[in-house]
């Protein structure tokens, strides 16, 4: 069974400051794997993805994440924390292979504050 | 282009009564997936829709259902509702497969009294 962990429920950093959002997985085959951010009283929306290919990938907002199989982890970072990047974040995976059909689990998140 | 649109934004219900929940697809979308998201927690699947059918589960009991209409649009269900239903329940819609993750809609925020 797939499951994912966020360290950290919350995390807080100053304004210009590296942004460092942690998040491992468990699954029995190379998963897709996910950001999302969401804003108060809103839906999630997607950061970026990884799926196959290069590890390391770019999503919006100057976020990135790499995926590393030997440490079965998808860590979110940010070089330079912005104001409006306080949010919750979500981290995701997805079983690629199961033929009936897709789903995606979700960590528990980690509220990220940014301190002026 | 329209995201995925939910109704209604917000709902109050009684213990034991009954309550129907909207989502309209991101156009060209096919999948709908429903989420359950408690206050303070991640969301937690529920059930995912393609071609009308119901194709995977979460841990739910069965006073949660759902349909998928030949439009794509999808409604969810709760039965004898209990306090515990409160939440923030989201729609997010997908083509076939998880591979470029999913649009979700803004949700619905259901509180039970």
């Known amino acids: 069974a797939q499951s994912v962990t966020q360290l950290g429920s919350h995390v807080s950093v100053s304004e210009g400051a590296l942004v460092l959002l942690r998040c491992n997985y468990s699954?029995?085959?190379?998963?897709?794997l996910f950001w999302y951010v969401q804003y108060p009283n809103q839906g999630l929306q997607l950061l970026l993805k990884?799926?196959?290919?290069?590890?390391l990938v770019k999503g919006i907002n100057g976020f990135e994440a790499e995926f590393k199989k030997s440490e079965t982890s998808f860590h979110l970072t940010k070089p330079s924390a912005h104001m409006s990047d306080a949010a919750e974040y979500f981290c995701a995976v997805s079983d690629p292979f199961y033929t009936g059909g897709f789903k995606t689990i979700f960590g528990a998140g980690t509220r990220l504050f940014v301190k002026a | 282009d329209a995201g995925v649109t939910q109704s209604p934004t917000h709902l109050i219900k009684t213990r034991g009564q009954q309550v129907t929940l909207r989502c309209s697809p991101k156009s060209g979308h096919d999948t709908v997936s429903w989420y359950q998201q408690a206050l303070g927690q991640g969301p937690q699947f529920i059930f995912q829709?393609?071609?009308?059918?119901?194709?995977q589960r979460g841990n739910f009991p069965d006073r949660f259902s759902g349909h998928q209409f030949p439009n794509y649009s999808s409604e969810l269900n709760v039965n004898a509702l209990l306090l515990g239903d409160s939440a923030l329940y989201l729609c997010?819609?997908?083509?076939?497969?998880?591979?470029?993750?999913?649009?979700f809609g803004s949700g619905t925020r259901l509180t039970v009294v």
């Open positions: 829709y393609y071609e009308e059918e119901e194709r």
């Open positions: 990884y799926t196959t290919g290069a590890t």
């Open positions: 699954s029995s085959v190379p998963p897709y």
């Open positions: 997010a819609s997908s083509l076939q497969g998880a591979k470029d993750g999913y649009t």
